[in-house]
């Protein structure tokens, strides 16, 4: 959600600060900078130091569609467990992510093999999300110059617009970044453009409400704008956060024995 989440995202010391106070309805200044913003962002969709979510992904194209459900735990910014548990045929099927390093499991043919960069661009269990956009955590904190470019009030919040733009040589495939993000630190649309500067997809939150004792956005919908009859959709249904997890947990042998 950094896996964003994003997922995947956003999936990210004044930003903890802030989303330690989530639970009482802290929000953003206008004195906070947009790395402090989006780190914010990120921590409040995942936990500061851990999370337990179940979620639905819903695969929508124009003549079929399939749902899956998963588990997910993470650890800080950097270290995600997924595992599904639907359909029969993809349950056990699992990701594991830690730092920069991801590797997959097959439960059928009980194989777990490390992706290479070359394949990171490739779809995440055929969704509109690729594995790099599962594996980005922090990384817009560390490789793109981030900016806000504009403050809206929409619905009585005030609405942030960032731009991030890689630094030259930054290990990014994207051009640039421009993400929407309220001052209650709920991340609202995320847009990723090409090196032309023409925008390729975007994931926006269509759902946003109180879970684990935190409002977030609950349902997310990549699409991209070749196709905009096709898209993604992620959808949260419970989520407890700080919780204490065996690091045990975000291991290979875990990945492939589904250990908890």
Known sequence: MRISYLM???LLGLASGAVQGQETSATASDSMTAPELLAAAMDLQSGIATSYTEAIMVVHRPDWERTST???WTRGREDVLIRFTAPAKDAGNATLKLAEKMWTYTSKLNRSIRLP???????????????????????????????????????????????????????VVWGKEV?????????LKQTFYDQDMEPLKVMETTEIKELGGRVFGTK?????????????????????????????????????SGAR
């Open 8 to 10: 995947v995202a956003v």
């Open 70 to 72: 998963m588990v997910v």
């Open 117 to 171: 960069y070359s394949l990171m661009s490739q779809s995440w269990g055929g969704s509109d999300f690729s594995y790099n956009d599962l594996s980005r955590t922090d990384i817009l904190l560390r490789e793109y110059d981030l900016s806000i470019i504009e403050r809206n009030q929409v619905d009585g919040h005030t609405v942030y617009v960032i731009e991030a733009i890689p630094y030259e040589n930054a290990p």
């Open 179 to 187: 993400l929407v993000i309220r001052d209650d630190f709920v991340l």
């Open 220 to 256: 997310l919908r990549m699409v991209k704008l070749e196709s905009p009859e096709s898209y993604t959709e992620f959808q949260t249904l419970k989520a407890e956060f700080d919780l204490e997890l065996d690091d045990r947990l975000f291991t290979l042998f875990s990945l492939q």
